[in-house]
């Protein structure tokens, strides 16, 4: 090999290319970045582009070595740069990585997605503050996707490193953090949660997000597991701060809510249906009632007017204890438009009056010149209305929904919800709004905030807003079936809807908390044999714990989205499962 082969311009030595790494192993779209090069310079540059990532994982320092030769004879090519700065960012190079990264997006001048490694080498070199700044920059704000996810991440990191870990939170709760996903990104995202709570002190929170890290990661991507294992360590030796914080009800003989220190209500379906008052929820509520707080998707009515209903139906309510969607909704819109901006309102009075407290003015048609949308639920809502909810958006205002709950529950049975109304501005735009119902973080966190709880419990009538809601938060929940989903739902319900408990309605929280925790059962003996299930007592028929019972079996197996056959050779339990509607009467 001659000297012109193994130097590079500027004296140094290439590192020795593999007889097995061919040119024409690179990517074609990369090959045709190096088409104004002469054939043989392309060629070896190729090769190291190939070397680079062929070691990138197991030997960082000497992938470097190679983006380095391939960028000594190609430093004008934009994706030589960009390798070279990436294989110096692995390589723990945070300077060479910076130049490198920067150069290659004055190169190619649309390298935006290069962000989240830029901000993490300010991270390396000391430099948190800056990273935020390039998170916070317009370029990285109109980052989407993977990209977001991973800004995100660096930026929360960045946070923990002044020691915000509140700040690295609240970076965090603007992805997707909805639990069930499965993947890489989701992972990294869950686990990146995850490590903000624990820092932050909230260990159970953490502990659930590190489960949620740890189910999604399929590729091994992160740590989510020993993390997880060492917050269980943690508890088992008895960690300061951890015991108290648990949201995780014993199998004691304590009841369900007094495991907990706030109780989160869903409204329509769970303490009231109309003006009849559910059972149990007047004992429930009035045995705590600074200690519940009440969390509707109903945008119509006011915090007053929704304390004062509950007041005439015999509850201990106040204002101060009720978060509405159409309060958290006000509050979405103005945290992203100027003060002072026009909305168009498509809703009840009650959120025209949530509009003007934040600051902002209500107006009613497209013709305004709204800078923002914000729809809720209103009985007057039409095709007019829509109409012109519609044309704003299409003429560029901001879009927010209150909720998108497609039914609302009444004496006389489902009617239509602001969801429906929703949808239909959707078909006509092809947008989507920014929700701040349940189940979308906004409204779970404000009343978490308000609760100042450690050891909350949400309690609703729908999978996919309140169990859904609960599980964006990280926080347990009981499914209560006096409203819109039914045991067959719960069975089939996915990941992410799945509550830690199920009652069949609120005076069945009264018995022992392990009872109503969907998991195995000492009193049942589930079969599942594809889609046909047996459900036969231990003796005594105990009902309470039969479809916590039947709930984990079929999530186990893997079943739920079957036609199931559920029977029992005990007459009782077949009794049961009939009134469960899991069954026909024989």
Same mark, same amino acid.
């Given at each position: 090999?001659?000297?012109?082969?193994?130097?590079?311009?500027?004296?140094? *030595?290439?590192?020795?290319?593999?007889?097995?790494?061919?040119?024409?192993?690179?990517?074609? /779209?990369?090959?045709?970045?190096?088409?104004?090069?002469?054939?043989?310079?392309?060629?070896?540059?190729?090769?190291?582009? +190939?070397?680079?990532?062929?070691?990138? !994982?197991?030997?960082?320092?000497?992938?470097? /070595?190679?983006?380095?030769?391939?960028?000594?004879?190609? #430093?004008?090519?934009?994706?030589?740069?960009?390798?070279?700065?990436?294989?110096?960012?692995?390589?723990?190079?945070?300077?060479?990585?910076?130049? /490198?990264?920067? @150069?290659?997006?004055?190169?190619?001048?649309?390298?935006?997605?290069?962000?989240?490694?830029?901000?993490?080498?300010?991270?390396?070199?000391?430099?948190?503050?800056?990273?935020?700044?390039?998170?916070?920059?317009?370029?990285?704000?109109?980052?989407?996707?993977?990209?977001?996810? %991973?800004?995100?991440?660096?930026?929360?990191?960045?946070?923990?490193?002044?020691?915000?870990? /509140?700040?690295?939170?609240?970076?965090?709760?603007?992805?997707?953090?909805?639990?069930?996903? *499965?993947?890489?990104?989701?992972?990294?995202?869950?686990?990146?949660?995850?490590?903000?709570?624990?820092? #932050?002190?909230?260990?159970?929170?953490?502990?659930?997000?590190? $489960?949620?890290?740890?189910?999604?990661?399929?590729?091994?991507?992160?740590?989510? %597991?020993?993390?997880?294992?060492?917050?269980?360590?943690?508890?088992?030796?008895?960690?300061?701060?951890?015991?108290?914080?648990?949201?995780?009800?014993?199998?004691?003989?304590?009841?369900?809510?007094?495991?907990?220190?706030?109780?989160?209500?869903?409204?329509?379906?769970?303490?009231? %249906?109309?003006? @009849?008052?559910?059972?149990?929820?007047?004992?429930?509520?009035? *045995?705590?009632?600074?200690?519940?707080?009440?969390?509707?998707?109903?945008?119509?009515?006011?915090?007053?007017?929704?304390?004062?209903?509950?007041?005439?139906?015999?509850?201990?309510?106040?204002?101060?204890?009720?978060?509405?969607?159409?309060?958290?909704? @006000?509050?979405?819109?103005?945290?992203?438009?100027?003060?002072?901006?026009?909305?168009?309102?498509?809703?009840?009075?009650?959120?025209?009056?949530?509009?003007?407290?934040?600051?902002?003015?209500? +107006?009613?048609?497209?013709?305004?010149?709204?800078?923002?949308?914000?729809?809720?639920?209103?009985?007057?809502?039409?095709?007019? $209305?829509?109409?012109?909810?519609?044309?704003?958006?299409?003429?560029? !205002?901001?879009?927010?929904?209150?909720?998108?709950?497609?039914?609302?529950?009444?004496?006389?049975?489902?009617?239509?919800?602001?969801?429906?109304?929703?949808?239909?501005?959707?078909?006509?735009?092809?947008?989507?709004?920014?929700?701040?119902?349940?189940?979308?973080?906004?409204?779970?966190?404000?009343?978490?905030?308000?609760?100042?709880?450690?050891?909350?419990?949400?309690?609703?009538?729908?999978?996919?807003?309140?169990?859904?809601?609960?599980?964006?938060?990280?926080?347990?929940?009981?499914?209560?079936?006096?409203?819109?989903? *039914?045991?067959?739902?719960?069975?089939? @319900?996915?990941?992410? $809807?799945?509550?830690?408990?199920? !009652?069949?309605?609120?005076?069945?929280?009264?018995?022992?908390?392990?009872?109503?925790?969907?998991?195995?059962?000492?009193?049942?003996?589930?079969?599942?044999?594809?889609?046909?299930?047996?459900?036969?007592?231990?003796?005594?028929?105990?009902?309470?714990?039969?479809?916590?019972?039947?709930?984990?079996?079929?999530?186990?197996?893997?079943?739920?989205?079957?036609?199931?056959?559920?029977?029992?050779?005990?007459?009782?339990?077949?009794?049961?499962?009939?009134?469960?509607?899991?069954?026909?009467?024989?």
């Amino acid at each position: 090999m001659s000297k012109r082969d193994t130097q590079v311009p500027g004296g140094d *030595s290439d590192p020795v290319l593999p007889d097995g790494i061919k040119a024409g192993d690179l990517d074609p /779209e990369v090959r045709r970045d190096l088409q104004g090069l002469d054939k043989s310079t392309a060629d070896r540059v190729a090769r190291h582009l +190939v070397a680079v990532g062929e070691l990138l !994982a197991e030997d960082p320092e000497l992938a470097l /070595e190679h983006a380095r030769a391939a960028r000594a004879r190609a #430093a004008r090519v934009g994706v030589v740069r960009e390798t070279a700065g990436i294989a110096a960012y692995y390589a723990g190079q945070w300077q060479e990585a910076l130049s /490198e990264l920067r @150069a290659a997006r004055r190169i190619s001048g649309d390298g935006d997605a290069l962000l989240p490694l830029i901000a993490d080498c300010e991270r390396g070199l000391g430099r948190p503050e800056r990273a935020i700044e390039v998170a916070q920059s317009p370029e990285g704000q109109a980052l989407a996707g993977e990209e977001a996810v %991973e800004l995100s991440i660096v930026e929360a990191g960045a946070h923990l490193d002044l020691g915000d870990a /509140e700040g690295a939170i609240r970076v965090l709760e603007g992805q997707n953090l909805r639990a069930g996903r *499965s993947g890489t990104e989701a992972a990294r995202l869950f686990s990146a949660y995850a490590g903000a709570l624990s820092a #932050a002190g909230r260990k159970a929170q953490a502990l659930v997000w590190y $489960q949620n890290a740890a189910a999604a990661d399929v590729d091994d991507a992160t740590d989510a %597991e020993f993390a997880l294992a060492e917050l269980l360590n943690e508890e088992l030796d008895g960690a300061p701060g951890f015991a108290e914080e648990a949201p995780v009800a014993s199998d004691g003989d304590s009841v369900l809510p007094a495991e907990y220190d706030a109780l989160l209500f869903d409204l329509d379906g769970t303490l009231y %249906e109309g003006s @009849a008052v559910l059972p149990g929820a007047l004992d429930l509520v009035g *045995s705590r009632p600074r200690e519940c707080y009440y969390v509707t998707n109903n945008a119509s009515r006011s915090a007053t007017e929704v304390a004062e209903h509950l007041r005439s139906l015999g509850f201990d309510a106040d204002a101060e204890a009720v978060v509405t969607s159409a309060q958290v909704g @006000a509050r979405l819109v103005a945290d992203r438009i100027a003060g002072g901006s026009k909305v168009l309102v498509v809703g009840a009075d009650a959120l025209r009056e949530e509009i003007r407290a934040v600051g902002l003015q209500p +107006v009613e048609s497209a013709e305004d010149g709204p800078t923002a949308v914000i729809q809720g639920h209103s009985p007057k809502t039409g095709w007019a $209305q829509l109409s012109e909810a519609a044309l704003a958006v299409a003429a560029g !205002a901001q879009w927010f929904a209150t909720n998108t709950d497609t039914t609302l529950p009444t004496e006389r049975g489902l009617m239509i919800g602001n969801g429906s109304m929703v949808a239909a501005v959707a078909a006509a735009t092809g947008s989507e709004p920014v929700v701040a119902g349940k189940p979308a973080a906004p409204i779970m966190r404000e009343v978490l905030a308000r609760s100042r709880s450690s050891r909350p419990l949400m309690i609703g009538d729908r999978l996919n807003t309140d169990i859904e809601g609960a599980n964006t938060v990280g926080i347990d929940s009981v499914l209560v079936l006096t409203g819109v989903s *039914s045991a067959a739902a719960l069975l089939a @319900a996915s990941v992410e $809807q799945r509550p830690t408990f199920v !009652a069949r309605d609120l005076s069945e929280l009264d018995v022992p908390a392990s009872h109503l925790r969907i998991g195995p059962q000492a009193r049942w003996k589930i079969t599942v044999l594809e889609n046909r299930v047996s459900a036969e007592p231990l003796g005594g028929v105990e009902a309470a714990t039969l479809l916590p019972a039947l709930a984990h079996a079929i999530w186990t197996a893997e079943v739920g989205d079957l036609d199931l056959r559920i029977n029992s050779s005990d007459e009782r339990t077949m009794s049961l499962l009939v009134e469960l509607g899991l069954a026909e009467s024989r």
